[in-house]
């Protein structure tokens, strides 16, 4: 079949790279305009928009479906669209254009956590399994028949970052012989079943860390917004990035939440429950570091020192 595939980040180029190995003729690439990235705001091409130059495929740079881009997508006579992570929505006409319409690969079990962000809230919530589910588009937000689905048992050790690499490397197997079915018309939709859960974009306030939560609850956010949009907390009035954190040693003193000591190589932080252990930090204005070199280098260690909850 001619393909069309839409998307931005990383995630996608796994599935782009697939489909540009098989049997099907991927006619374009659409993906967002380049961008400012990184401290000095250089503009730059998205990762899929890389992928698809370097695999000599056109990219069409749009940040909006509008009426030109669809004009110029369905001048290419596409059999089927397939969307990983666009990041804008497809809307009639260009919903109904190719022959088999779209589908996209989506991070989660559909229906639950439907929408831009459902790696994270899936670890947020502290959930023992996700997976990745390929569906037909359709206009209501990821409510399409499933046409197939993988089940992915999330380690405990394991961030966001993380389990969303390995969901874009697997899903993207998933995609692939998805869209063989259709071509070969053997393909299987299924209506969702079940209650759906919301999983909108997340901002900077999601990654602010609740000492005053339990344990399992404070540990899930840090996971679940590593890398993006980041787990963040404040002593002293200055922000600090927690990069990396564990539970604790099961001898360390249960402390007041928010409330934080050295032990050994440990910052040791009271929770709700039991604390935490720190293990990577970045104060504001520096790079990463050991959490407790941190620690021992801050200006103020005073014992009425202690952060935000």
């Known amino acids: 079949m001619r393909l069309v595939f ?8 796994p599935s782009l790279r697939v489909l540009a190995a098989s049997d099907h003729d991927v006619v374009a690439v659409i993906t ?6 990184g401290r000095k705001r250089v503009i730059t091409p998205s990762p899929v928009a890389l992928a698809a130059e370097a695999l000599a495929i056109p990219a069409i740079k749009t940040n909006r479906l509008d009426a030109a881009a669809t004009e110029q997508i369905t001048g290419l006579a596409p059999d089927l669209g397939v969307i ?21 690969l989506h991070f989660s079990l559909l229906p639950r956590w439907r929408g831009a ?3 994270q809230h899936a670890l947020i919530a502290g959930d023992a399994v996700t997976g990745a589910a390929v569906f037909q588009l359709v206009p209501a937000l990821d409510a399409g028949d499933v046409l197939g689905q993988l089940e992915y048992r999330i380690p405990e050790s394991e961030t966001a970052g993380d389990v969303l690499a390995a969901l874009s ?29 919301l999983a909108p974009k997340l ?5 602010r860390i609740r000492w005053g939560e339990m344990r399992e609850a404070v540990l899930a956010r840090i996971r679940g917004v590593t890398p993006e949009p980041g787990a963040h907390t404040t002593i002293d009035g ?7 954190a564990r539970a604790a040693a099961a001898d360390a003193p249960r402390l007041d939440p928010g409330v934080p000591i050295l032990l050994g ?8 429950s039991e604390p935490v252990a720190l293990e990577r930090v970045q104060p504001a204005g520096k790079g990463p570091m050991d959490a407790a070199d941190w620690w021992r280098g801050r200006r103020s260690t005073a014992a009425t020192a202690r952060f935000d909850t």
């Open 6 to 13: 839409a998307g931005t980040p990383d995630a996608a180029v």
């Open 32 to 37: 967002r305009r380049d961008a400012p990235v």
């Open 84 to 104: 990983v992570a666009y990041g804008g929505l497809v809307r009639e006409p260009l919903l109904s254009a190719p022959a088999y319409g779209w589908v996209n």
């Open 117 to 119: 962000a459902p790696v």
């Open 169 to 197: 490397a697997e899903g993207a197997v998933l995609l692939r012989d998805v869209v063989d079915a259709i071509g070969a018309g053997a393909a299987h939709a299924v209506p969702q079943s079940g209650e759906p859960t």
């Open 203 to 207: 901002g900077d306030d999601d990654g």
């Open 238 to 244: 200055a922000r600090v990035k927690v990069l990396a």
């Open 265 to 272: 190589r440990d910052v040791v932080v009271g929770t709700g």
